[in-house]
């Protein structure tokens, strides 16, 4: 082993609380980041698994680039391509199942949650993949209302040869005889029904529509193969996507939004335990100055003396990453348990185990390690600078208090930059200026800390006036302005995250409460298992909504309806396809304001309804007004299955439903004439002026008895239910931002702890000349006091700044929120950082305590 290791490996086995301490900072951060990285990617696979069953092993796949059906003339298209050996239609759907939808019983959650109805080109088909049956017989051309399944589904739904099965389509619960059994499933993915192409377009009410080619190629050529597959493309041009599946993009929009908003979590989790650590690392070249001063008179030299402060974060980087990594899988997998329930009840979603990918464990170890080095680099260097002779001199006052006024002026500088970055009205110069606004308190702390100490002082002075400690703890805070502000930045990036965050939940809360009661306000609604992801449910023809209308008792029936597209992607928006994926809704101008209605931003809501139901006209919400940069009055073009419409923007609006997926709501008859789709995924009604519930609602169970595929609500239930959740995930949240203070509490008992040490002397004098133990431990206590209450009076500054550029950031992103005052987050950070202060200083206040006075007194 090499000097510099040899002495960075002494010095953190002399100061075990010290390294331990210091080690818990990385451990957190790099558990948060992997923890939180590792559950979305369980979601993306879950829905993958749910929402897409596996199509087998065929050269190319074709699907439309709005991922909807289409002509099967594009068949013909593909056959023609020279290379192409066999080439079949089909009509593949995820059918979303209602829970318990199979055994019926609430208390247990069945093992199936969807499964993939296959409709097939039966003579076509079998050219390109080999159907083994096991029992029974597979598909004819001439066979109506029958199935093949595999046997592992006929295992879970109890059924054999001759038995039939029900499952929901848009024309209700529709029987097939079960003719046929495959193997049973092994790959990952949803079960299959295999049905004819006839019967699936009659099933999900698309008569002469596909949503799938299959070819297969006549060559094993790698080169020759490319060709082929570039010739397909040229023929059926820009209108498909070959080789993948389309489906479930607003599901994944959402889920990159999380993904993003986690990794960020996760990085200012690191970045606070950076604080920490250089904290720490300046903490031990003050404390070991004439240590230093020794090895370089000895002859050690400035690189001997940088590289055993490095190599010391090198070995609690990688110990503090290693057990990180353990403790975030532990984590990651906890949550996933934890939220399984509310995730299958909510989405309809089976989840796994977590996903761990060889780029997060790579990313998250050299995070840990890196972090905790460049923490200590400047250090470092600081420590090698130092001449042997000056380090055996005491420092000098004027020195320090020289450098703190640059800092502060420095600090001022930034903090008013961050003011006129909020003049503009930019994102990016406000994102900027919250930096600089947290950048320059840690830079003003030094100088402030002094004049804040001696106000709260006072406090701490009346609370301990018996014991007479508070002056001293103010003192012993105040002599060391550096240390103490680099600690309480801790806790101040902490407690501002919990005020900003408070401001900005505050904010949604006030503001989407609105939107829930205006969008979903009406008597009763029929609900899909999963709502947002439209693509994956099955929903009715016109004939429900008929039936509705027919109920003695019913007012107004609306309907929602669905169908992906996609439109050019902005220059400021990069696409490898130059398209962004778009969710459309098809509403009825006559009845949808009758029972629903959308909050808007821009445009006239008195006529919006009456332009929506005259030519190609959309209304946008705020997402796609974002992405795409649009204003009222200028035109889209949207993809389409007979290929691209322009719309002309009318309005932006948001509604609750949609609120986090890039949207736009268009005529029902536009939806039906350009994208083909007449089924209806969400709908809505009111009952008849005087009409009963109690008399009215019998009939309505009866009707939707009949389409197991929706949930029908009323919607004052679901807006209670909906606003149940928003709580439970806030309150999830809060939990986690208050996760975020733990690094506070970590530094406050490194810096008290260190602060007993280099006071051993100064502590066995006091105890000499007569002061008790508890005494000693109400001064400790009084400077963790006084040390988070810097932090806090920070952290709310901070915070505030925080919260109003955070709402700021919601708005760009498409939505309009009036700013709420963060109490609760105020309240919240103050509490948690006294609490959390407090707490730090019971094992430094016990430690100095216990010190035997004859051994301080020697202590050098």
Known sequence: MNIPFTLAVRYLMGRKLRTTLTTLAVIFGVLVLFSLNIVIPAFTQSFQANALALLGQVELTVTHKTGEAFSPAALEEVLAVDGVRAASC????????????????????????????VGLDVETARQLRSYVIEDGRFLTPADADAAVITASLAETLGVKVGDAISLPTTEGMTSLTIVGLRPARTAPGNEEVLVTLAQAQKMFNQPGLVNTIDAAFDTTDEAKRTEITQAVGSALGQNYRLGEVSAGVEFFAALQVAQFAMSLFGVVALVMGGFIIFNTFRTVVAERRRDIALLRAVGASRATVISAILAEGFLQGAI?????????????????????????????????GPVVSPALVVVSLVLGVGVTMASGLLPAFSASNVSPLEALRPAAADVQSRIARRSAILGAVCIGLAVLGLAPGNLGLTGLGALLCLAGLVLVAPALVKPIASLFGALIALTFARNGVGSLAEGSLTRQPSRAAITASTTMIGLAVIVGMGGLVTSITGSFRGILRRSLGSDY?????????????????ESLADELRAAKGVGVVSTMRFAASSAPSPASLKSSSGETAVSLLGLNPATFPQVSGLSFEAGDPGTAWEQLAQGRTLIVNGPMASAFQLEVGEALHLAAPDGAQAYRVIAVANDFLNAKITTGYISQANMAADFHKTEDVFLQLNLAPGADAAVVEPELRAIAARYPQFNLISGQKYIQENERLFEQSFAALYLLFVMLALPSFIATLNTLAVGVIERTREIGVLRAVGATQKQVRSMVLAEAALLAAVGAAFGLLGGLYLSYVMVGAVKFGGFTLTYSFPLFGVVSAIAVGLIFGVLAALIPARQAARLEIVQALRYE
Request: glycine fraction near 12%; charge should be negative; charged fraction near 10%.
């Open 90 to 117: 089909f009509l593949n759907r995820t059918v979303n199942l209602p829970v318990n939808f199979v055994d019926d019983d609430p208390n247990t959650p069945d093992r199936l949650a969807a499964l993939s109805l």
């Open 320 to 352: 503090g990453a290693t057990i990180g990594l353990v403790g975030g899988y532990v984590l990651g997998a906890g949550i996933l348990a934890a939220v399984s329930g509310v995730v299958r009840q909510f989405v309809n979603l089976n989840l796994g």
């Open 525 to 541: 609604l029929f609900v899909p298992p999963s709502v947002g992801a439209w693509s994956s449910n099955v929903g009715a023809s």
